[in-house]
């Protein structure tokens, strides 16, 4: 199994039914900053962005997983908005996206975001 997706694998639930999972993971790093600005986000604004990259990972496919990072661009006001689009801040250098997904496409907005 350690080779077989999640979706994949049929899980008995007992009494003949069988039962499927799916799993969207997000992922941040605290400290976010790789630079000398370690108290740059709190840890929960990073839980925050960790979070929105789990709702990225979900729309686009499920079953996936979403990271995000700090890098020598991220600075404190753009994390402070109250709407965080994490393609956008990798867009525009202020984050670092890893993910098992070759693109990430925002739904709402058709941007679309290349990932390491």
Known sequence: MATTHLAA????????????????I???????????KANLLTWEQVV????????AAKKNGRNAWVGV?????SVWE??????IDIISLAQEGMLSIRS???KLVDKARTTRASVS
């Open 9 to 24: 694998h049929r899980y008995q639930l007992g009494g003949g039914h069988v039962g499927r999972l799916s799993g969207s």
């Open 26 to 36: 997000g992922f941040s790093m605290y400290p976010f900053s790789p630079l000398k």
């Open 48 to 55: 925050a962005l960790a979070d929105h990259s789990a709702y």
């Open 69 to 73: 990072f700090g890098t020598r661009k």
């Open 78 to 83: 753009e994390f402070a908005r109250t709407e």
């Open 100 to 102: 098992s997904l070759e």
